[in-house]
């Protein structure tokens, strides 16, 4: 995020796309809910009906995957209103010229609600509202990015905030709320395939030189496989050894049975994780890590906040906490790791990563700290993008509307789209018993309409088939979700939502596209 | 711009538009109060923080009354205590006095308060209430029989969690809180983030796990950071015995207050899930088989060894964890990078 949680209640207007932030990010939802108290103005673009679009003063029903055409629609219209922050673009910006206009030019209000669904009048009413309050905040999650066009859906999103220059300000900015407790800590610390921790670039010759003498070794320059890649190479032999750590990508990944024959296809599968997961099932060698309450560290929030994970009880059993397996393991492999504690580990972190510069566990205490934390004195940084961008300027792109990489058709009629819901997180919470006993099954969403034609009755058992994969699954019939549309969550191994999904994914990130694919759904005779 | 009063005898400055109960808190001048929660509006319910100030006839509650300049406060004089022993005596009067199998024993403020003013529940010999328990879903037990209707869980529903699923209803002696229509917390509209429970002074509302589980002063509280969705909420992990039996708010995190949501509170039972794993398995002949640490480390060491000697480092991947902390992330990329010799590491970033 841009900003702070906390500035969420302050904030004048909240823009939420693609996020079903009531129940994936419960207590963000609470603090927008306090905004609203507070006399704030809520805009909800969702194909489907969240709880937070009954909050909603403007709910933007469009159809599946044509934000981008919404957003340059958004621009078109505030263009024409004369309704842009001229200032703000004059000095902040670049990249605002005439391709960027002749771009949005191609998508008047007549032809954006035509691609998107959209009435006018709400596109109009959006744009105003959007452009000429202040502050106004942007919040998106998994509806803008797990889309083929995932990164185009962020970029024509910083587009808006840059027109209106609702960016770099006290509640005002661009939020993504990241899903995972520490998506964000991993990306920081360089758990990706281009990036040494802090970002800094695989491919650059003065970061490998940094992370060499750091490190004593001599280092790969060629940037690593993303996970689609890992699975296409596990299928093709090139890869032979993966080792998962705390993730369950048979349930998890999408097209997930072509995940199922890549891992399959391996010599040799490591998994350490707390439970036997699905994956855990097909490895050759399972660890046994701790849970977060059993070992130190650090979770960095959606908000950059570094954040303690305090030891409670002792490790469960004969499991170990994970960064002492891996020390272990390194160790083995004939490169000591010699950290004496999660602290420690924390020190050279602060060595080599500038945001995390000044952060050690001490100073954290039961505070945190929001990166970029330059300096030990450094009080840490609240919002971003103040007075300058940290590219300098923020750049305008260009950005046309894309098709999904699978639209319904003709043989697979329905729209499935995932997510999640209030009461899981992901699949590890069923062992929850307090909440399996809520929400013990899957509860496939369907359109009243279509389920009247094709005879379903609510809580009926249905079958499910897309190009990939098929499912029985109990449904609920529900105005949640438009016509031709069902919506399903990836919670649930008797219910692998993601058998379904379409492998297909964006060109920068990888990111699969959960969100759209075609199914067809039928009674189980 | 601050304002100087004397409380009890000191001189104490603080902020304009500063209460006489915020006062006496920055101060650590002890008032009683069953209503007041810093996160929610007073309205001064309760009458608990009443307190004597010169020049006044009446005892005005100190939760809704501003400091003026040269104000001057008495919060434990005899006609203070007085009043707040006569409010207690009314309050105990028709509550239940089964302390010793109340969940609620040891953290109750009306047991606390109680046993400073000397309250027996001898003076009102009041009718007492029978209504039934709500414990039809598996996360609140609600006990409208030891309700005070202070009001703070009423509170807590609509200004911290935005929902407003509690009031009150009836009038009089029959007066409760309840979700509409008096229907239990299942057949609502409750989303179980448990703020009426965190809020709540007495054993009205509980977590129903937790119950007989251990008495407060058995437990230790460890401050920790959630380990569900990337909001980064703090709470206390509340350990008995080396085991963790329940979520409590932890009024000082710095992202969510008192806030939780259902999975944070009440879904932290799968730490002592019968399906952990407990020892390292290595597969023979198919099936999964317990063995030592040094076994199943030396194995993974040596065929990673191995691939990597015959297939190069770039055969070998790894898959981390956005689930895991910042420290394990950052050994588990150093191992893959500096160990192994590849790039060849990620996780879900995306999802």
């Not at chain 1, 629609?73 to 004059?90: D, S, T």
């Not at chain 2, 529940?121 to 309700?147: A, H, S, V, W």
């Not at chain 2, 949501?261 to 730490?271: A, E, L, N, S, Y």
């Amino acid at each position: 995020m841009t900003n702070s949680i906390n500035e969420i209640p302050n904030t004048k207007l909240m823009f939420v796309i693609g996020s079903n932030t009531t129940e994936a990010h419960p207590v963000i939802g609470t603090k927008m809910k306090q905004a609203l108290a507070n006399g704030a103005k809520l805009i909800v673009v969702d194909p489907r009906e969240t709880q937070l679009a009954e909050y909603s003063d403007l709910y933007l029903r469009l159809r599946p995957g044509t934000d981008i055409a919404l957003i340059n629609g958004m621009m078109n219209i505030i263009l024409a209103n004369g309704w842009e922050n001229r200032a703000f673009i004059e000095e902040r910006t670049e990249g605002f010229d005439e391709k960027f206009l002749e771009t949005i030019a191609k998508y008047p209000p007549e032809v954006a609600s035509q691609i998107t669904g959209v009435p006018v009048d709400q596109l109009v009413e959006a744009a105003r509202l959007y452009a000429t309050t202040d502050p106004a905040q942007i919040f998106y999650t998994l509806g803008i990015t797990e889309h083929t066009y995932g990164t185009d859906n962020v970029m024509s999103l910083a587009n808006l905030a840059l027109l209106t220059g609702n960016l770099g300000k006290e509640s005002s900015g661009v939020n993504p709320l990241r899903g995972q407790n520490n998506v964000q800590g991993a990306c920081d610390m360089g758990a990706l395939p281009n990036v040494y921790p802090g970002y800094q670039p695989i491919v650059s010759p003065a970061a490998q030189a940094k992370f060499e003498a750091a490190w004593g070794v001599s280092l790969s320059p060629k940037p690593g496989f993303m996970i689609p890649d890992m699975f296409e190479a596990a299928h093709s032999k090139n890869l032979l050894a993966l080792y998962v750590f705390g993730e369950d990508p048979v349930l998890t990944d999408a097209d997930a049975n072509h995940v199922r024959k890549g891992l399959e296809a391996l010599d040799f599968l490591v998994v350490q994780d707390i439970f036997m997961s699905e994956t855990a099932k097909l490895a050759d060698v399972v660890l046994p890590g701790a849970s977060f309450a059993e070992k130190d560290g650090t979770f960095t929030n959606t908000e950059r906040r570094v954040q303690r994970v305090n030891q409670a009880i002792k490790p469960i059993g004969n499991s170990k906490p994970d960064w002492e397996i891996i020390c272990e393991l390194a160790t083995r492999m004939g490169y000591p790791f010699t950290y004496q504690s999660p602290a420690d580990i924390m020190l050279e972190v602060a060595s080599l990563a500038p945001q995390y510069a000044g952060v050690t566990h001490g100073r954290l205490e039961n505070h945190g700290l929001q990166w970029p934390v330059l300096s030990c004195d450094h009080p840490g940084t609240k919002f971003l993008h103040e007075g300058t961008c940290t590219r300098g300027k923020g750049l305008f792109m260009p950005i046309e509307n894309q098709e999904p990489n699978e639209s319904p058709d003709a043989e697979y009629p329905f729209l499935l789209t995932t997510g999640r819901k209030l009461a899981h997180y992901n699949v590890m919470t069923r062992n929850s018993a307090a909440l399996e006993t809520y929400s013990p099954e899957e509860l496939a969403e369907i359109n009243p309409a279509d389920a009247k034609r094709l005879g379903f009755q609510d809580g009926e058992r249905v079958h499910v088939k897309s190009r990939r994969g098929e499912l029985d699954t109990k449904i609920v019939i529900t105005e949640r979700v438009p016509e031709g549309v069902v919506f399903m969550t990836l919670h649930y191994l008797e219910t692998p939502t993601n058998v379904l999904t379409n492998g297909a994914y964006d060109k920068v990130t990888k990111t699969y596209e959960y969100k759209v694919c075609g199914v067809q759904i039928s009674k189980i005779s | 711009m601050l304002i100087t009063i004397t409380i009890d005898g000191c001189e104490v400055s603080v902020p304009k538009g500063t209460s006489i109960l915020e006062a006496c808190r920055m101060h650590d001048i002890q008032i009683p109060t069953l209503c007041y929660d810093p996160e929610l509006t007073s309205d001064g319910a309760c009458r608990l923080c009443v307190v004597q100030i010169e020049g006044n006839h009446n005892l005005p509650p100190a939760c809704r009354t501003t400091v003026w300049q040269g104000m001057v406060v008495q919060t434990q004089s005899p006609k203070v205590r007085a009043a707040r022993k006569t409010i207690l005596e009314l309050l105990v009067a028709n509550h239940p006095l089964d302390c010793m199998t109340c969940q609620k024993m040891g953290n109750c403020f009306l047991a606390e308060y109680a046993y400073d003013y000397g309250v027996t529940g001898e003076i009102y010999q009041g009718e007492k209430r029978k209504l039934p328990i709500d414990d039809g879903n598996p996360f609140i037990l609600r006990d409208p029989n030891k309700c005070i209707l202070c009001g703070k869980c009423i509170k807590a529903c609509s200004q911290i969690q935005g929902k407003s699923i509690l009031d009150y209803s009836f009038r009089g002696f029959n007066m409760q809180v309840s979700p509409a229509f008096n229907l239990p917390y299942n057949e609502s509209d409750c989303d179980f983030c448990g703020s009426c429970v965190s809020v709540c002074p007495v054993g009205a509302l509980t977590e129903k796990h937790m119950v007989g589980k251990g008495r407060p002063w058995e437990i230790k509280k460890v401050q920790t950071t959630c380990p569900f969705c990337g909001t980064g909420c703090n709470f206390d992990l509340n350990v008995k015995d080396g085991k963790v039996i329940g979520v409590t708010s932890n009024p000082d995190a710095p992202v969510n207050g008192k806030a939780l949501c259902v999975k944070g509170r009440f879904g932290t039972d799968m730490i002592h899930s019968p399906n952990r794993l407990t020892t390292p398995l290595i597969k023979k002949d198919g099936v999964f088989v317990p063995a030592e640490w040094d076994e199943a480390l030396d194995l993974v060491a040596t065929k990673f060894q191995e691939i990597k000697n015959n297939y190069g480092a770039d055969a070998i991947a790894a898959l981390s964890s956005a689930r895991c902390t910042n420290e394990d992330n950052f050994v588990m990329q150093k191992f893959m990078r500096a160990v192994v010799g590849t790039n060849n590491i990620d996780h879900c970033a995306r999802t």
